[in-house]
């Protein structure tokens, strides 16, 4: 990119990037009042009218619509996934001369460094990173099928068991739940010897099949597990199907640069694969070992003086595969091999025995051949304010990036991205995570862990009439712009949601003009907001249910108005209908996974700092007299864009490092010492203080040549260690480590004392009013001063003592009082759905009846089997079955009304078996004996 001038201003910079990537891709990039269709396929046209206004890019293939780009310049990369309702409503708009009400199906909002792209057409449309823009014949396509890749997940029938080992049946099982999921990454651990490549197989077989997977590559690191693989799949058999695979689909052991089109699975090794993207033949030998071992292939490139970056190939697009499974993961998805998992736009499918800490961050944590869904759901809530902590290892304690590591690291402003092997040692902190360095594994632990805590403990009877668990509107408060959308990214992945899910909120007017704020208080989606600055008065949303902390506050004022976006009420049909299953809100949640709420409230913070080695090695070659041409321009670009990132403050301090001179007069000189015009314009003033007589060709070559010295010479002496410093310095303060190998664990995920002592006050309230009432209410009465007539008490009764505390003591509700009972002490099961069964359950709790809090439906059944028990002993069978089913009626009853009369048997249920009658005919004169053991043990 480096030819594009830096006289232009950065919108049109990011314009021809992202010109000259559609060309590379098939695209004919038109003008709106030039257009020529016949030009060829696919026809990308500039400012194309839309019914909202000009749309940056609408992509035609064969005069039809399908997709949209909407352009931003390189510094807004951290904005693109905010920009995602703007391109959503060009992709929905009308199309000037067109009447389609379909709307765009395929969209991308694109820097020309960084691009993203949302298919439309998915069941849970998420936009994804790409590296380049797709073809036009693949858009095309893709939209003649009835539904996308990720839509034909819904279509796998369940799988044939029949010759599959347990662990082979959970990996394919739970791989095609990931799949479902939209989870881009997955990694199955399993043993040597039970069956990877078989596996491996199956799920490919079915992919073909029942997803309709174009192409899929098979990565390996050996040429001789390629071979390997090669005849696994020609052994491979499936059950419903008496032809092999390589029968059925056509198989390519990669040898040269050449992808067949009809291939459907191609088997390569990771080597041949770059070099395939580089355009680079590869010598036979290459394929031979693993590339990560000491001497290797890579070992030599790597000693070469220019680096090998992966860049668009127009041969090898990035569609080309749609799956990729990696053999033997652990030790071929680093280094240089990485990009060539990065450039395609595909699942990726890890496969090892033996994954280290890196491979389980590679694949996001997603071990999908040991991967359990646990959700458990306890019904409630605590009080109207509580505070949850979740602490990890990294976020207490931090960790190191090693030498030699290769990492990624990640401009924060572009989001672009580079990777580089560490020099040194790089240990970081709880400060400086998210600034100085990012450690997906720690930001994932935390969105883990809250998601499990909001089933396990925080909001756990959130489920709706499909039996799915809806989260509450949560806002998520994020250190930057950066850790906010890696925050964003995070969510959607772990909740298994999309783009309208979770949203970036911010007051900005030009970065949200559809006012996701405005959705997130009175819409559904999304369910979840990430903020950094949202706390100013009048930002509070009413139906907001969690505060999840992930940044720490150090002015107290802030952090008070940030906890105030919870403490809204607001009535209970106006929050259900942004949240179905909430009953009522009496209360909010603090998440504190930083430590916000103990830590020391003061406005100060610590300037984050970072080594770039090679911004480094850039300074000090142009200090020490190094006149190459690379050198020179390759710091001119990278100070161009930290000069974009300066405040006011570094701006004029480093003017003073630089003798006066700014960071536009340092790159002006840079650029200069190579820019042919000024060179020319340098060698004439020699040229013409020399005679002509003494002119020549060689002569004026030589006072260019001097001129170039000079110029170098005069950019150099510019720099000096001060200087190199305080760049260096400020460099690294807008620069990211991202920490891909350092994994993270929970450490505590609880309730904090306060919620503790909370909850104490709350038991001892509820305590303190069934007391001052036990001589009112007739139901306390007998349970406080007469258990033994326990047996009378009646639904009647036990409703009473609910509608009193509704109207007295709403905030003494069951739910609340059982929850914080679950907090104080182990409880015997979940709080039942019936309050007043819950109601009954704590009463006898509080009055010391139970020794436990236990839901007294179990109390009930648990006494009728002693009860049945106690009257079989000694004889078989004392009731018949008949008997045993008016029995379990009568059970039931009492369940659900706390007593039996013997009126009650001309009633629903007993009456449509015959009523008293019945029961007279089957049990003769016990039936009044029996009817009033039952009131006395099941009450017991």
Sequence with gaps: MSEISTNQNPEQIARDRIDRMLMDAGWIVQSKKRIDFSAGLGIAIREYQTSVGPADYVLFVGQQPLGLIEAKKEDDGHRLTVVEDQSADYATAHLKFFTNTEGLKYIYESTGVLTRFTDYTDPKPRGRSVFSFHRPETLLEWSKKEKSLRGRFADFPKLDETGLRPAQIVAINNLEKSFKGNRPRALIQMATGAGKTFTAATFIYRLLKFAKAKRILFLVDTKNLGEQAEQEFMAYQPNDDNRKFTELYNVQRLASTYIANESQVCISTIQRMYSILKGEEMDEFADETNPNESGSWLQQHLNKKDPLPVVYNPKVPIEQFDFIIIDECHRSIYNLWKQVLDYFDAFLIGLTAT???????????????????????????????????????????????????????????????????????????????????????????????????????????????????????????????????????????????????????????????????????????????????????????????????????????????????????????????????????????????????????????????????????????????????????????????????????????????ANGRTLKQLTKMLIDAWDPDVIETRAKAIIEQTPPVDRSPAMEEQARQDAQKV???????????????????????????????????????????????????????????????????????????????????????IKEVMEKIKLEKPMLAPAYVWDAFAIIEKTNGDCPKDELTALVSLIRRICGIDKELRPYDKTIDDNFKKWIFAQNAGQHNRFTQEQMDWLRMIKDHIISSYHIELDDLDYTPFDARGGRGRMYQLFGNEMDQIINELNEALAA
């Design 355 to 657: 994954p280290d800490k890196r491979t389980f961050g590679f694949f996001n944590e997603n071990v999908v051949s040991q991967y359990t869904y646990e959700e458990s759901v306890i019904d409630g809530v605590n009080v109207p304010y509580d505070v949850y902590e979740i602490e990890t290892h990294i976020s207490q304690k931090g960790a190191k990036v090693k030498k030699g590591w290769f990492v990624d690291r990640r401009d924060k402003l572009s989001r672009a991205k580079r990777w580089q092997q560490e020099d040194e040692d790089t240990e970081y902190y709880k400060n400086d995570l998210d600034k100085k360095v990012v450690n997906p594994s720690q930001i994932r632990t935390i969105i883990k862990a809250y998601k499990e805590a909001l089933r396990k403990d925080i909001f756990p009877k959130r489920i709706d009439e499909n039996g799915e668990y809806e989260v509450p509107k949560t806002l998520i408060f994020a250190k930057t712009d950066s850790h906010a959308d890696d925050i964003i990214q995070i969510v959607r992945e772990e909740f298994d949601e999309s783009n309208d899910f979770c949203k970036k909120v911010t007051y900005k007017i030009e970065e949200d003009p559809k006012s996701v704020l405005n959705r997130f208080r009175n819409d559904y989606y999304p369910r979840i907001a990430v903020t950094v600055d949202m706390i100013a008065t009048g930002t509070d949303v009413k139906p907001l249910e969690v505060l999840l902390f992930m940044r720490d506050v150090k002015s107290i004022n802030y952090f008070e108005q940030m906890k105030g976006r919870g403490t809204r009420t607001i009535p209970p049909d106006k929050l259900q209908l942004v949240t179905k299953t909430a009953d009522i809100k009496t209360h909010f949640v603090i998440v504190d996974a930083v430590g916000a709420i103990k830590s020391k409230k003061t406005d100060s913070r610590p300037l984050e700092r970072q080594p770039t080695v090679a911004l480094k090695d850039l300074l000090q070659a142009v200090t020490m007299g190094v006149n190459e041409e690379d050198v020179f321009l390759s710091l001119a670009n990278r100070l161009i864009r930290l000069d974009k990132q300066l405040t006011e403050t570094e701006a004029v301090k480093l003017q003073e490092y």
């Design 711 to 797: 110029l170098a010479k005069e950019a150099s002496l510019l720099f000096n260690g001060r200087l190199n410093e305080y760049i260096d310095t400020v460099r690294r303060q807008h620069d990211q480590i991202i920490d891909h190998i350092n994994l993270d664990t929970v450490l505590k995920a609880e309730w904090n004392k306060t919620s503790m002592d909370a909850a104490q006050n709350l038991i001892t309230d509820f305590t303190a009013y069934l007391e001052a009432n036990k001589d009112e209410i007739k139901a306390l009465s007998i349970f406080y001063n007469q258990p033994y007539n326990r047996r009378e008490i009646t639904f009647k009764m």
